[in-house]
């Protein structure tokens, strides 16, 4: 049976989504979690993946503003019934509606949203709709958490939802948190036996220890025919097939009990049993410190994705980061004036205001730095949509300031101030968090002198702030205290080189120096 590619919903505030362009072909062979498609929302372009293997049969066309939830494609799991979905026969061939109940399980499989570029898992939050209950489309279900923000994931159809992620579960995007059932006797056939895991059995996902297991359960797993053929295919529906990937299982361990020894997702179910009655699991970390053991904690969800993300820049770039150090005497001058005229400006304008606005005029007349790099095309953005780190207790969350080239000093030091106290309520949307141009970090405020600041890919840069010392330095030709800082601009190597980065530092310097230019 076909399975039913939708909208994806990409923000909390996500309504429909524009389809920019198809990356494969209609009619084209397609794996769970290729990218297929590109689909823009009110805020920024982002990627759509397969939910299932099979051919693509496309609904809707580029260019095409399709709502959340409603379907844009089919992924059909034959030629014939691509076929048929082609001459516009979505009913099941007869000897399908004659084949027995348990040969395959008729459900919508409910997958991990990715939601924003770098997205690689998710953690399943709170469940809002218990196992069993009859869900609608488009209903919150349950809460993800990525690296940056907490959002709801919504039932893709109506029917009967079947959970098979707990809460606190991490989850790879495109994998399986949950099933949704037409009907109630479905529901009960999918259930039967035990729910599979979302992740690998081995909390390490090590292939040994799937293969370890198989073999000590050798004498307990239910015993089907070998579903291997004579060419080496494994025959399985393709639920049995999505539901051994979301728990890490090799099909050609499991016995098929279907027609001619198809495997069915009743004979992954009752291999999964199997391994629960064996009692294998994950050697028990003890958290005791009292007694002088070693303390051994497990990263939390976000934590694990942005060491997967901080990773990934030194994995996928070049980054190299190069020093200035600046005086800051006059910019501070002309903010304590600011401070002082804060009942007739309506705010009090902050350091971190006036540092940001002065990056959004120097980006303007270094525009390649305003850029992002796929390791193969430069695109570079009219518009600077400006990241600003913010350091919390649980992780380093990213706000976006949309559009910041279009602020004055004082609807900057609003956006800004808004936008990092909701980071630190954790009330920001799924939006405001994705679609950064550039990035800066302000360490001064946490007393660091200087550092590496680390790009967030696909951004081709980032500038930081150290702390504002005072230093006895030569100015107008004698040494007098002055107010000095450092700035770090790290760079993607490949995209430019070091005279480019002493230009961006430069000019850095001419502005924050010479303050009135900023407004200018």
């Known amino acids: 049976m076909s399975v039913e590619l939708v909208m994806p919903k990409a923000g909390l505030t996500m309504i429909e989504g524009t389809i920019s362009a198809w990356k494969v072909e209609d009619g084209a062979t397609v794996k769970k979690g290729d990218v297929v498609m590109e689909f823009e929302n009110e805020k920024t372009t982002m990627e759509c993946e397969a939910n299932a293997d099979g051919i693509l049969a496309i609904a809707a066309q580029a260019g095409e503003v399709v709502k959340v939830g409603e379907p844009i494609a089919l992924i059909a799991q034959s030629k014939e019934e691509y076929a048929s979905l082609k001459n516009g026969d979505t009913a099941p061939k007869a000897a399908e509606q004659a084949a027995p109940a348990t040969a395959s399980v008729d459900a919508a499989e409910v997958v991990m949203p990715k939601a924003g570029l770098t997205m690689i898992e998710g953690v399943v ?13 488009g209903q919150a279900i349950f809460d993800f958490e990525n690296e940056k923000t907490t959002m709801e994931c919504e039932a ?72 291997v053929a004579k060419d080496g295919h494994i025959r399985a529906t393709g639920l049995a097939r999505n539901i051994a990937k979301s728990a890490g299982i090799e099909m050609a361990m499991v016995g098929g009990t279907g027609p001619n020894g198809r495997i069915t997702a009743k004979d992954i179910y009752s ?43 030194f994995e996928t770039m070049a980054p190299l980061t190069v020093f200035a150090e600046i005086d800051v005497t006059d910019l501070l001058a002309m903010r304590q004036k600011y401070v002082e005229k804060a009942d007739v400006l309506g705010c ?65 030091s609003k956006g800004l101030r808004d936008l990092a106290l909701r980071a630190k309520d954790d009330t920001l949307a799924g939006g405001e968090q994705s679609g950064a141009t550039f990035t800066v970090t302000n360490v001064g405020m946490f ?59 430069g000019d850095m310097k001419v502005l924050l120096e010479n303050p009135e230019l900023i407004f200018v």
């Open 447 to 505: 007393h660091i002198d200087f550092g590496t600041p680390v790009i967030s890919p696909p951004q081709v840069g980032i500038l930081g702030f150290g702390t504002a010392k005072k230093k006895l330095v030569e100015y107008k030709d004698e040494f007098c205290p002055r107010t000095m800082m450092h700035l770090m601009l790290t760079f993607d190597h490949r995209v430019f080189d070091g005279r480019e980065a002493g230009e961006v530092l």
């Open 125 to 137: 939050g709170e469940w809002k709709a218990v196992d069993g209950e009859n869900v609608k489309k």
């Open 348 to 412: 009090k304008i902050s350091v971190n205001d006036m540092l940001m606005l002065a990056t959004v005029k120097m980006l303007k007349k270094h525009p390649l730095l305003n850029s992002t790099f796929d390791g193969e095309t430069i695109s570079t953005y009219p518009y600077v949509n400006l990241g600003m780190a913010v350091g919390l207790a649980e992780g380093l969350v990213v706000p976006v300031l949309k559009n910041a080239d279009q602020y004055s000093l004082l609807e900057m």
């Open 156 to 227: 893709t159809t109506d029917g009967f939802l079947h959970r098979v992620a707990k809460t606190g579960d991490a989850v790879k995007v495109g994998h399986t948190v949950a099933y949704i059932a037409p009907t109630k006797e479905a529901y009960e056939a999918l259930v039967k036996g035990n729910a599979p895991a979302s992740q690998p059995m081995c909390a390490n996902e090590c292939e040994v220890c799937h293969k370890s297991v198989a073999l000590s359960m050798a004498a307990t797993a239910p015993q089907g025919v070998n579903a």
């Open 271 to 313: 291999y999964l049993e199997a391994v629960k009655a064996a009692s294998v699991s994950a050697p028990e970390v003890k958290t005791v410190q009292a007694t002088g053991e070693v303390v051994k904690t497990l990263l939390s969800g976000r934590r694990k994705s942005i060491a997967k993300n901080m990773r990934k820049c």
